[in-house]
């Protein structure tokens, strides 16, 4: 029931972590993605067990709303590599 319920706040303050306001996704963030990745750039992952240390890191909001925005499949395709790994943990702690 208590992930039920974090589910739905989740789902219902997805859209300002998706920044729909300004048709941008917090993917596309720097400051929420640089601890997945190697390089400024965002090209390089880091490890999987690096990657999932900072996944558990975060705020259980911010993974379901990251995991919503994996969701959808035009940033999915963008952000392939960092939603498959989504996926790969769930959002699980």
């Known amino acids: 029931m208590l992930t039920m319920g ?25 400051a929420k993605m ?10 390089t992952m880091k490890s999987e067990a690096e990657f999932k240390t900072a996944w558990m890191a975060m705020k259980e909001e911010d993974r379901a709303g990251m995991m919503k925005e994996c969701g959808d499949e035009a940033i999915a395709k963008a952000h392939d590599n960092f939603c498959k790994m989504t996926k790969q943990f769930g959002g699980a702690n």
């Open 34 to 43: 640089s601890p997945f990745f190697t390089d400024a750039g965002m090209k």
């Open 6 to 30: 974090a589910m739905a706040l989740a789902m219902m303050t997805g859209a300002a972590l998706a920044g729909s306001g300004t048709g941008t996704s917090a993917l596309d963030d720097p």
